[in-house]
């Protein structure tokens, strides 16, 4: 089963050396999840073969430019190719008004449900949930109100040993063994013991995605543990009182938050426009969390069940 992140944008301010305005696509088994949707987000989204109508809910971070310039595009867009499905996006408060008003000068009645929920709180939240996965908001330290986002698959069933099941067994027990139950006769002895008739389950992934934000360790506790930890990185440590002061990180900062938080994998991006060749942030960062990589247009990275 699938759970890969594909990097669709990953400069800031300015679009420039190729590097266009932030853009994740989260692809956990059949859902995919547009997390902020800059400018370029539509071209990216054609360049590597994925359709807009598969997205099933889209996660906008914060209200500056670089992360939300492409939505009302992809709504369009969206609508043209005769969408029916609802669609649902998470947003700052605002981010409703902007889009009504863009689609009411355009004289626009979208073919779809588009359903905007407003993120709130101060604290980690959870924003969405499925069968099998859940997603949660955090609070961000940015100059405007700013979420960053922790998608996870929920605990997964035990698998059945089929070489070890009993010929004949009901579909109610295969449910109980599944749950990690032992069977039982009619007294409630046990027959059968969970752990010999089953494999342990495979394991829940996750992503945290920590878009715009000065150095904060506070979001260490929420993101403990991830599998995959996209944290921006807008400057190189020698710009570290420019971005405190812009309320952005260094790289070296993202590389201390993803130790802290014993993440498996750090992705770093976000990058000023003021550097051409973006190599430095990761040998910065290595040398804190030796698991970086660069956010680069078109680099997938998934995590093994
Ligand atoms: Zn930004
Ligand atoms: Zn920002």
Redo the contacts with the bound molecule.
Sequence with gaps: MTFCLKILGSG??VPVYGRL??AHLLTINNTRYLI?C?EGTQLSLMKYHLKQNRINAIFI??L????YLGLTGLISSMHLLGRHKPLIIFAPPGLSEIISIQLKYSNTVISFDLRLIVLTGNRLHLIHETPTQTVHSFPLD?RVPCWGFIFREKPKSRRINKEKIPEKILIRDIIRLKSGKDLTDHSGRVIYKNKDLTFPPKKSRSYAYC??TVYDPRIISYINGVDLLYH?S?FLKEKEDIASKTY?TTSEQAAMIAKAANAKKLIIG?YSARYKDISEFRSEAVKTFGETELALEGKTFCVEE
Excluded: K, L, P, Y
Excluded at 64 to 67: I, L, N, R, T
């Design positions: 800031s301010s305005h932030t902020d800059g971070s914060h500056h430019g670089d992360h940015h878009s715009d921006e807008t952005h976000h």
